[in-house]
């Protein structure tokens, strides 16, 4: 069974504050990927990493950076909170080859004040 | 053309009836079509892959694909209330390993 887990499952923040979330995979998936979903607006990809050390920016890269220092860990930062960050933040991992299916964590819900 | 466009819905069908959720998508060299789950507050879930065209049968549920028509479909038979979610539409590119994913499409069953 695919495994990927998420920090946390709530988080509030205040305005400016330095948020790191931290996505875990134990299935050895050389992708992983960061979304943020919202309503009307459908999963909207943030950055996704092909390797260790490797990103690459998706849709909405802006306000955010990534870490991958090792291969099941994948982190999100928001350099400065703001409340336009307030969302769902999924976390997803999948195989360098295809067919490509992604596997989702459970999801952190962010509220910034 | 969005890429990966989905019936808005949302769909609501009485319990025990068949559910029908249409996708059609613009890249004409993907190989591959997934229909994912998401449950109101949840993340959403792997429920179906399909890769050649025809229909591909798991139980209760039928994903139908025609790659001349650029059209996917999920078929849900003997509808439950339990299916009651937003499924997503996804297909990853030619030679990309990212997902296109559509809007989503709302369904709702009666009791």
């Known amino acids: 069974d695919v495994k990927v887990t998420q920090s946390s499952r709530y988080l509030v923040k205040r305005t400016g504050e330095k948020v790191f979330l931290e996505c875990v995979q134990d299935?050895?998936?050389?992708?992983m990927f960061w979304y943020r979903q919202d309503p009307g607006l459908g999963l909207r990809l943030i950055y996704f990493?092909?390797?260790?050390?490797?990103?690459e920016k998706g849709d909405i890269p802006e306000g955010y950076s990534v870490s991958r220092e090792k291969k099941e860990r994948f982190s999100l930062i928001l350099e400065s909170a703001s409340t336009n960050q307030t969302s769902m933040y999924l976390c997803?991992?999948?195989?360098?080859?295809?067919?490509?299916?992604?596997?989702f964590g459970p999801g952190t819900r962010l509220t910034v004040t | 053309q969005k890429e990966v466009e989905q019936n808005s819905g949302p769909l609501s069908v009485p319990e025990g009836a068949i559910a029908s959720l249409n996708c059609t998508y613009s890249?004409?060299?993907?190989?591959?079509f997934f229909w994912y789950r998401q449950y109101s507050g949840k993340s959403p879930e792997l429920i179906m892959s399909?890769?050649?065209?025809g229909d591909k049968e798991d139980g209760r549920f039928t994903a139908q694909l025609n790659k001349a028509s650029q059209y996917v479909s999920l078929l849900i038979r003997d509808s439950q209330p339990s299916d009651s979610a937003t499924y997503l539409c996804?297909?990853?590119?030619?030679?990309?390993?990212?997902?296109?994913f559509g809007k989503g499409t709302l369904l709702t069953v009666n009791p």
């Open positions: 890249d004409r060299g993907s190989q591959s």
């Open positions: 996804a297909v990853p590119p030619k030679s990309n390993y990212k997902l296109t």
């Open positions: 399909i890769y050649s065209n």
């Open positions: 997803a991992s999948s195989l360098r080859a295809g067919p490509y299916e992604q596997y």
């Open positions: 990493s092909y390797d260790v050390k490797m990103k």
């Open positions: 299935m050895d998936h050389e992708n």
